[in-house]
């Protein structure tokens, strides 16, 4: 049973375009919330990261936004840029427990 | 520089053939752990380490063992590989002492082939 659903499995958008990545979960008991960038051929590296006690977390173009209630956060990648193309993945993980359960990935491809 | 380092990089083997991938850290981390990566899956946790000689099972153990000898080396070993086994494997590590939130480092990754 996936505990971290992420969709779409595939995503294209133009330069300039708005990107934007869901994930939902089902363990209550996860407090953060980390999504992870992957270039072909390298490891995955962390993007940004959300706690549940804040709804939203922008670091430059890249906004998480956080909707406790619903079980659900999102990634959205403002003003897309062709370097943005690669896959990414959500994740959860809780307490001191450094365990993260994955999402399935998305892989992005952003059109010049 | 800091980094995770994974070897082999690319490995093909055959059906029952022992084989061990290698994971090293430079950066002093508590934490390792070691993750497969499968279209449609994400990453799924196979072993963690919170500190020397302390390992546990994540979500996908079975076929693998690990050991931890060295605060910065991690081995991942396949006593009897299996074609269902084929994947790619990441290393990753993090501080284990500073907080709940720490960000984990992943190696370069392992393509693994079992035939």
């Known amino acids: 049973q996936q505990q971290v659903k992420q969709s779409p499995q595939s995503l294209i958008v133009q330069k300039g375009g708005i990107s934007i990545i869901n994930c939902a979960y089902e363990?209550?008991?996860?407090?953060?919330f980390p999504w992870y960038q992957q270039f072909p051929g390298k490891g995955p590296a962390l993007l940004i990261a959300?706690?549940?006690?804040?709804s939203e977390k922008k670091e430059g173009r890249f906004t998480i936004s956080f909707n406790k209630s619903a079980k659900q956060f999102s990634l959205h990648i403002m003003d897309s840029q062709p370097g943005d193309s690669a896959t990414y993945f959500c994740a959860a993980s809780r307490g001191s427990a450094r365990q993260l359960t994955f999402g399935s990935g998305t892989q992005l491809t952003v059109l010049p | 520089e800091a980094q995770v380092t994974q070897n082999p990089r690319y490995l093909i083997t055959v059906t029952g053939k022992k084989l061990t991938v290698t994971c090293s850290q430079n950066m002093n981390h508590e934490y390792m752990s070691w993750y497969r990566q499968d279209p449609g899956l994400g990453l799924r946790q196979i072993y963690y380490s919170m500190n020397v000689e302390v390992t546990d099972k994540g979500d996908v153990p079975e076929g693998y063992k690990v050991s931890r000898k060295e605060k910065r080396n991690f081995p991942l070993i396949l006593e009897s590989p299996s074609p269902n086994q084929t994947s790619l494997y990441f290393c990753?590590?993090?501080?284990?002492?500073?907080?709940?939130?720490?960000?984990?480092?992943f190696g370069p990754g392992t393509r693994l082939t079992v035939l």
């Open positions: 959300i706690r549940p006690d804040v």
């Open positions: 990753a590590s993090s501080h284990g002492t500073s907080g709940l939130y720490n960000e984990q480092f």
């Open positions: 363990n209550t008991a996860f407090d953060y």
